[in-house]
């Protein structure tokens, strides 16, 4: 195993990825901007360096500065995490040309997988269906006119490098599509430095299906089964759950060949993740795979008991691949929610400042990995993901009624999140019966407002400690730091031993 891993990323997938280093004997090493002087990652890990200015592209995405940070602090090995540089082919290369393993697969899969016409192709060769499509658009509008009517509307413009529905339009007739076209574009060249998009056929309720995988490099692969993250805002998932509720058992045979059967096809290694649209027909199609560790990861770590981080790291390091699919079994059902400082009363604005006080629910079942502690800044620079709340259930149901409960006990004051809003998700009947899409949100909750129902119990406590000055607890800003910050920031907490 490595001595010393340098993690870089920031936020609550730092915190998760220094206590897997800890329990495999390898000390974590933060970088950090200087607005992530004093966040909690930078704290728990055993060293850090600073990369640069608050700016992503001057610090978390500055590749230089990274690896200059892990020359200081003798790191052996690079964990991108999720985001910022973590499906960089040329930061993977520019790791192992250091002298450093890269915690991920090969740069050679990331560049053919983050290409999604590539992608498409190589998915092709393997046999695994593909979402209708027109690709390597011509400069004659006429033309591309022309192939959107015979593909059929309403379709997707979709940029064919990088993903997060950004370079993402939805066309329902040909009056929109040239608009369309240079908006998606100019979006995608912004986002991704690469302005070409294809056109896609655009299903009205489909699931968003995803199956893990992992992968030696010596050839050996298995699969994880599947989550669904159906439920999404601006084509960003907010709510998962592992098995999804429209997945048969013949289907998921079928979706987790394919994923097999295209993972081995780009020579794949490490933890990966293919995905799939799935129609109200039951009919499933490629979409991408995403060539590093999900942010929904928790909830197929409920359901196998497989520690994929520390999976990710044992296989880095040469390991062969020790699980077989024959022993790999899905027990009972899980569920996260992703929580966000955001208002979705205002289209789900980012609201950064400072978290003045915070409770996280704790409970048999329920596991919070999180980025934030009592008076930590929320930045502006950064995606507003303050945690991840996953819960374990023997079945879909008690699941269900374990998170609303969970949620009820999550208590944030400083910033407006996300939390009462799914509550509102999770206690939907449509939630409840297992009726979800890609669409959900705009169907059931898109005139949502906070009442007395949705408001979680413990923000109601929490907001008349704040206002009767109680005298200060572990849990406030003022409280005295204790020597080691796991005590206290309790980031990634286990309910149940499979784990």
């Known amino acids: 195993m490595f001595k010393r891993v340098l993690i870089a990323n920031r936020g609550e997938i730092a915190v998760r990825i220094a206590r897997a280093c800890r329990e495999l004997g390898a000390a974590p090493l933060a970088v950090y901007s200087e607005a992530d002087r004093h966040a909690l990652h930078v704290r728990v890990c055993e060293g850090a360096a600073c990369i640069g200015p608050p700016p992503s592209r001057e610090s978390y995405l500055n590749i230089d500065a990274i690896l200059a940070a892990a020359r200081e602090l003798d790191a052996d090995a690079v964990h991108p995490g999720y985001g910022f540089l973590a499906e960089n082919a040329s930061f993977a290369t520019a790791v192992t040309e250091a002298g450093l393993t890269f915690v991920g697969p090969p740069a050679e899969a990331i560049a053919a997988m983050g290409d999604k016409a590539r992608a498409r192709a190589i998915a092709a060769t393997a046999g695994v269906p593909l979402v209708p499509a027109v690709e390597n658009l011509s400069a004659d509008f006429g033309e591309v006119r022309g192939a959107a009517e015979s593909l059929g509307y309403p379709l997707l413009v979709k940029a064919t490098g990088g993903g997060g529905g950004k370079g993402m339009r939805i066309v329902a007739a040909t009056g929109e599509l040239e608009a369309a076209l240079a908006a998606a574009s100019r979006e995608a060249a912004a986002a991704f430095g690469d302005g070409r998009v294809y056109l896609e056929r655009y299903f009205e309720r489909p699931r968003h299906v995803e199956v893990q995988i992992l992968a030696d490099q010596f050839g050996d692969i298995v699969h994880l089964g599947e989550r669904e993250c159906s439920i999404q805002r601006r084509y960003q998932k907010i709510v ?66 497989v520690d994929l981080v520390q999976a990710q790291l044992r296989i880095a390091a040469g390991e062969r691949l020790w699980l077989r699919q024959a022993d790999l079994r899905a027990r009972g059902h899980a569920i996260e929610c992703r929580i966000y400082a955001e208002d979705p009363t205002q289209h789900f604005l980012p609201s950064p400042g400072i978290i003045r006080y915070l409770r996280e629910p704790q409970a048999p079942g329920v596991r919070v990995d999180s980025g934030i502690a009592a008076g930590s800044e929320v930045p502006v620079h950064y995606d507003p993901l303050l945690a991840k709340l996953s819960v374990w259930g023997a079945d879909r149901d008690a699941a269900r009624r374990r998170v609303i409960a969970a949620l009820r006990e999550y208590s944030v004051l400083g910033v407006t999140t996300n939390v009462a809003f799914l509550v509102a998700v999770a206690a939907h009947p449509a939630f409840a019966a297992g009726r979800t899409h890609t669409h959900f949100l705009a169907e059931h909750l898109a005139d949502w407002r906070p009442d007395g129902a949705d408001l979680p119990l413990a923000a109601i406590a929490a907001a008349l400690h704040a206002a009767l000055a109680a005298p200060a607890t572990s849990n406030s800003v003022d409280a005295p730091r204790t020597p080691s910050p796991w005590q206290t920031l309790g980031g990634w907490r286990l309910g149940h031993s499979g784990q």
């Open 240 to 305: 998962e759950e592992s098995p999804s509720p429209g997945v048969s058992p013949a289907l998921r045979r079928q979706l987790t060949a394919a994923a097999i059967a295209a993972a081995q096809r780009v020579g794949y290694a490490n933890a990966g993740t293919v995905e799939f649209l799935v129609s109200e027909a039951g009919e499933f199609y490629f979409l991408e795979m995403n060539t590093r560790l999900q942010v929904e990861h928790p909830i197929t770590e409920w359901v196998t008991g």
